[in-house]
RNA sequence: CGAGGUGUAGCGCAGUUUGGUAGCGCGUUUGGUUCGGGACCAAAAGGUCGCAGGUUCAAAUCCUGUCACCUCGACCA
């Protein structure tokens, strides 16, 4: 009782998940390191752990970007008013959240220039200078940057001031084109969050209410967190010619016409940090998925004094290395092993690597592997293969237990009673009549949101859930963050 | 923007009700003993109490104002 009072003192705790969601998500944040608040209101500073993250995901979805014919660019952070003025929905969609520059040094700006909440604008003004025609089409570029938006209420990697992310921009010579590039987009956005981040998303349209300010028709990609409530985790976006009208981007067709592009785009940004902390983690904090953990296996030395003990770590670390997982050799002599068991499985490092005398006098290692929490022991010899095969098995365990976990709170309901109850801890599947009166009664009554009308279509039913009329659409409806 | 909360050492907090010139834990530094699940002992360094006024012989504490941050709502990736 002494013991563990005094415990008490030094060790912090993370507030458990059932107690309050919301909390263990900011205990998580804060004891990992991932972030820190800075001195701006709303705005984070992504520490070397969260960024490692954060450039693992980089790496993934560019390389796809790259292979599905996508070019980087960079454009500027600041957008003159008249600019954002141009359309319409668009402007009074992001008004309420733009931050203005007004001062250049002293002086003040005879136009206001907005710090970009995106960059639509900016990207089709470019496009109207750079597009004669058809030949030149199309133009897929992309750009990793931060926005800013003025935030009412802000939360790490969720929703903050500023947010760094990607945002594609192409233009296309025909509508079947730009659909074609929304839906491919949407599908890169898919295969990562499931095969790289090991969350299981619903992919489907948006609803006119939800769509983005602007778009014709706006594409979601949706994952349950662990508290039931939906996360929008990646858009995309056509646009028909709605901007290309707006901004004048035209072009001349191989029959000699003056036509109007059709333009797409589509975006991702560290909230998936937030995806994958929500759905992953657990009461002894992070558990990463191996493909963008910034440490896939970590070496940890017990009983370092002990001859050889050291030397053998440092030998594995350098197989390992060479076998292409990213390792650490944690040989700390500050800490006791005890303190590094719970430091890395803090930090959410899929494969711990206990190397002890006890070990090495069998020629073996004890592997835990922190999505299950089980040791296990393995022979030295062919221990990089083995780790990856893991690794693997760790991927696919963490994506199974989140599949489970959605498609246990995830359920068809055919009345406003059984939404009601189902939107309190997850997703509700229903038929809707389409109409934006019933989102909003829905929304009223329950706080909760369409999210999606999945591609399946296969109906439920053939009456709204909400009026009771004849149902258009299969839909999803939650909470949402 | 509404409701609540918090600003005191690097971090977490006590002290504020009842004014008397700042304390605890962790961490840090140094030395030693430990080392297979958050080690222990000893010594040391570290604070104009968010900011600005006011009241008072005296303010972390009372009054006024102000700024910031957090949580929960309403709106949004």
Redesign the pocket.
Same mark, same amino acid.
């Given at each position: 009782m002494a013991?563990e009072e005094?415990?008490?003192?030094?060790? /912090? *705790?993370?507030t458990p998940r059932d107690v309050?969601?919301?909390?263990w #998500?900011?205990d998580v944040?804060?004891?990992t390191e991932l972030c820190d #608040? $800075?001195?701006?209101?709303? +705005?984070?500073v992504m520490r070397p752990y969260g960024y490692a993250i954060w450039e693992r995901i980089q790496a993934e979805l560019d390389q796809r970007f790259k292979a599905t014919g996508h070019e980087n660019v960079a454009m500027p952070m600041l957008i003159p008013e008249s600019l954002l003025l141009k359309e319409a929905e668009h402007v009074e969609?992001?008004a309420? /959240?733009v931050a203005w520059v007004t001062h250049g040094g002293t002086e003040e700006l005879t136009e206001r220039l907005a710090v970009r909440?995106t960059s639509e604008t900016i990207f089709c003004t470019m496009y109207s200078k750079w597009v004669q025609t058809w030949r030149d089409l199309p133009m897929k570029y992309n750009q990793w940057c931060s926005?800013m !938006?003025w935030?009412?209420?802000? !939360?790490?990697?969720?929703?903050? $001031?500023?947010?760094w992310?990607q945002e594609g921009h192409t233009i296309h010579a025909t509508a079947e084109e730009a659909q074609e590039e929304t839906l491919t987009m949407l599908e890169v956005y898919r295969e990562v969050a499931e095969n790289v981040l090991a969350l299981p998303v619903i992919c489907g349209r948006k609803s006119d209410?939800?769509?983005?300010?602007g778009a014709r028709a706006?594409y979601?990609i949706e994952a349950m967190m662990q508290d039931g409530k939906a996360?929008?985790?990646?858009?995309s976006h056509n646009f028909g010619t709605n901007f290309a009208e707006a901004y004048d981007i035209q072009f001349q067709s191989k029959e000699g016409k003056l036509e109007y592009v059709h333009e797409t785009s589509w975006?991702? $940004?560290? !909230?998936l940090i937030?995806a994958i902390i929500m759905t992953h983690g657990d009461e002894?904090?992070l558990r990463l998925p191996p493909t963008i953990a910034p440490i896939q296996a970590v070496i940890?030395p017990?009983?370092? *004094?002990?001859p050889g003990?050291l030397e053998a770590c440092e030998k594995l670390n350098e197989e390992l290395k060479a076998a292409g997982l990213r390792v650490k050799l944690d040989d700390r002599?500050?800490?006791?092993?005890?303190?590094?068991?719970?430091?890395w499985?803090?930090k959410g490092v899929p494969v !711990?690597v206990?190397?002890?005398?006890?070990?090495?006098?069998n020629g073996v290692?004890?592997i835990?592997r922190r999505d299950l +929490?089980e040791?296990v022991t393995l022979p030295l010899e062919g221990l990089a293969d083995a780790i990856k095969e893991l690794l693997a098995d760790i991927h696919k365990n963490l994506f199974e237990q989140a599949k489970a976990f959605r498609d246990n709170r995830t359920q068809t309901v055919s009345n406003m009673e059984e939404l009601g109850e189902v939107v309190q801890t997850g997703f509700a599947k229903a038929m809707w009549c389409g109409s934006r009166e019933c989102e909003d009664t829905i929304?009223?009554k329950f706080?909760a949101?369409s999210r999606n009308m999945p591609f399946d279509q296969t109906p439920i039913g053939e009456t709204c859930v909400c009026c009771g009329k004849k149902a258009e659409k299969l839909i999803y409806f939650a909470?949402? #963050?």
């Open positions: 013991k005094k415990k008490q003192g030094f060790v /912090e *705790h993370i309050d969601f919301s909390q #998500y900011t944040i804060k004891m #608040y $800075s001195p701006v209101r709303g +705005c984070m969609g992001f309420p /959240e909440p926005v !938006r935030e009412k209420s802000t !939360r790490p990697f969720l929703r903050t $001031s500023e947010f992310w209410k939800e769509k983005f300010a706006t979601s996360l929008q985790a990646g858009t975006g991702v $940004s560290t !909230r937030g002894r904090g940890l017990i009983a370092a *004094h002990k003990v002599d500050t800490v006791s092993a005890g303190f590094k068991f719970n430091d499985e803090l !711990r206990e190397v002890g005398p006890r070990d090495l006098e290692v004890t835990f +929490c040791k929304k009223e706080n949101t909470k949402a #963050y």
